[in-house]
């Protein structure tokens, strides 16, 4: 089993607990084999049902190694995203999940809408932006939705408590790209 395939079965299963109390897993074993588990890594895990958003929640710092990061950010997904009630087991057995394991973010200095534009790479990076102690993520995937530059940063500008784009307050930006398994 290749380490992709090991993060969805140990983010089933940390879902699965919740209904059976059966997440019995060897994290020593499983980080003695896929030594990446090991590392400070940042991921979210998505769940969706039916092709729609069910739960996602993520870390954007490292913090805790990437097994124990995928193990929380799992059960999170599930039973804690506030925009959603907890999963139900019927719910379970019909999910898909997602993981994306970010790279650091990097400050991205620009002077201007306009230069922002060039240097944002819609579809690889996601962006974390922030201003007015407000903050804000979307993941690289949300592009598929919003591949315009001008709605997708309305709309996470309004994730952040905006009513509209806050660009033209000169906010600090944030890029990192994400590896996605599913």
């Known amino acids: 089993m290749n380490v992709e395939n090991v993060l969805l079965e140990v983010a089933r299963a ?9 997440f019995k897993i060897d994290k020593q074993e499983l980080q003695k084999e896929f030594s990446i588990l090991q590392e400070k890594r940042a991921c979210f895990v998505t769940i969706t049902l039916n092709g729609k958003l069910r739960g996602c929640v993520g870390s954007l710092v490292a913090h805790r190694n990437l097994l124990d990061d995928v193990i929380q950010n799992a059960y999170n997904s599930a039973f804690s995203d506030l925009r959603f009630a907890r999963l139900s087991y019927e719910e379970f057995k019909q999910i898909k999940i997602e993981i994306s394991v970010l790279t ?16 944002i790479k819609p579809f690889e990076h996601g962006i974390i932006l922030e201003c007015e102690n407000k903050k804000a993520t979307f993941l690289p995937q949300v592009w598929e939705q919003l591949p315009n530059f001008d709605d997708f940063f309305t709309q996470l500008s309004k994730k952040a408590g905006f009513s509209d784009s806050c660009l ?4 600090t930006i944030y890029t990192y790209t994400a590896i996605k398994i599913k």
């Open 104 to 119: 650091p973010a990097v400050k991205l200095e620009y002077k201007d809408t306009d230069d922002l534009k060039e240097k």
């Open 168 to 171: 033209s307050l000169n906010p």
């Open 14 to 22: 940390s879902i699965l607990n919740e209904f059976n109390n059966s």
